[in-house]
């Protein structure tokens, strides 16, 4: 009787919850935390062979897509700024695209106003605002989290701090260009009016001589710089509105995984609430300046909020790398999208 009760309670045929008996086998059998011991022997097998070549070709492919994307905003920006034309994926390069040449109703009040030199959130403290924000916070966070957490990497980089930059890292960066690549092709294939479009044109509705109510279809420009035309004529959908978005909004799904100190209830929740205050506010200067419709910073709002919500619960690990507790607890306060630290 004592020996068929002296069986372990840690041997998987006694266990049921196969998420469990995974836990146990990896930590071989052992509850608690790891010590410095158990974190040397659970080091990965260095891989090696066609395993290892497999991997490499995965993160060169990888970085191909990366590139790609890439290559195709740097186009878009490079040929509007010296060529008056835009290209805005990959697919487009070899034929040179320029906004929808789309007309307006005469007396339409919503493309009268005026152009504004000034911007209250240019276009160069956007980029280098949201990158250098949210890619410096990952960066400090897999950082420290590979210092002092143990975190292992089963990637054939020898670095552990490389391959945890390499996968948050890459995925930020791909969902940024992902969403530039979708803002130039709405706003080139829409070629919607911005609100400033009459006095960028150089033309009013007297000179113009027409009928209130009809509908224009073309106009003759006064503005000498093409440039400046081209532009007003991609007010749909604002892309200040949907990089600020996708950017502060997937800091703060960041933060949700791995901001875990529990000295402050409210700190987490408050920076958040932060940077989607200052995503926000980026969206509604688009149109105290004049550059936007309502509506288009609206859906430049849900664009960013979508693609940040799918890179960061799709694609990146910030979800995904954490394993199930041992002893399931109902009356945790982790909800399912809480990483344990």
């Known amino acids: 009787m ?12 006694y ?6 008996r995974l836990k146990l086998s ?7 935390d790891m010590g410095p011991d158990d974190r040397t022997e659970q080091n990965p097998v260095p891989v090696t ?10 993160v060169g492919l990888d970085i191909l897509c990366l590139l790609l994307d890439t290559l195709s905003d740097f186009s878009e920006t490079f040929f509007m700024r010296f060529d008056s034309t835009s290209i805005p994926f990959f697919a487009c390069e070899l034929k040179t695209m320029s906004a929808y040449r789309r007309g307006f109703i005469c007396g339409d009040p919503s493309i009268t106003y005026p152009y504004l030199q000034r911007e209250a959130v240019p276009d160069e403290l956007l980029i280098v605002g949201g990158v250098l924000i949210t890619g410096l916070a990952v960066a400090l966070g897999e950082c420290y989290r590979v210092r002092y957490h143990g975190v292992s990497s089963k990637a054939f980089v020898g670095n552990v701090y490389v391959s945890s930059l390499y996968k948050e890292l890459g995925a930020f960066l791909f969902g940024c260009c992902v969403g530039q690549s979708l803002t130039n092709m709405a706003k080139l294939s829409v070629g919607r009016l911005r609100p400033h479009f009459l006095s960028v044109c150089g033309v009013t509705y007297t000179s113009l001589n027409c009928t209130p109510g009809t509908y224009v279809s073309t106009v003759t420009c006064k503005q000498p710089d093409h440039r400046l035309e081209e532009e007003a004529r991609k007010s749909f959908f ?7 978005m996708y950017t502060m909004l997937y800091l703060a799904f960041y933060l949700q995984a791995r901001f875990c100190w529990k000295g402050g209830r409210l700190i987490r929740p408050l920076i958040q609430f932060f940077l989607v205050l200052l995503a926000v506010f980026t969206g509604l200067t688009r149109i105290s300046d004049y550059r936007h419709h309502p509506s288009d910073v609206i859906t430049g709002y849900i664009q960013g909020a979508v693609t940040a919500y799918w890179v960061a619960f799709h694609i990146s690990s910030m979800f995904k790398d954490h394993s199930p507790s041992l002893t399931p607890n109902l009356d945790s306060p982790l909800s399912p999208h809480h990483s344990v630290c």
Do not use: C, E, V, W
Request: aromatic share 8%; proline share 7%; net charge negative.
């Open 238 to 244: 604002s892309g200040h509105a949907s990089f600020a």
């Open 15 to 20: 266990i049921s919850n196969p998420d469990l």
């Open 49 to 58: 062979g066609p395993a290892l070549t497999t991997r490499k070709l995965l």
């Open 26 to 32: 990896d930590n071989g059998g052992r509850f608690g």
């Open 2 to 13: 004592l020996d068929t009760y002296s069986q372990p309670t840690t041997d998987s045929a």
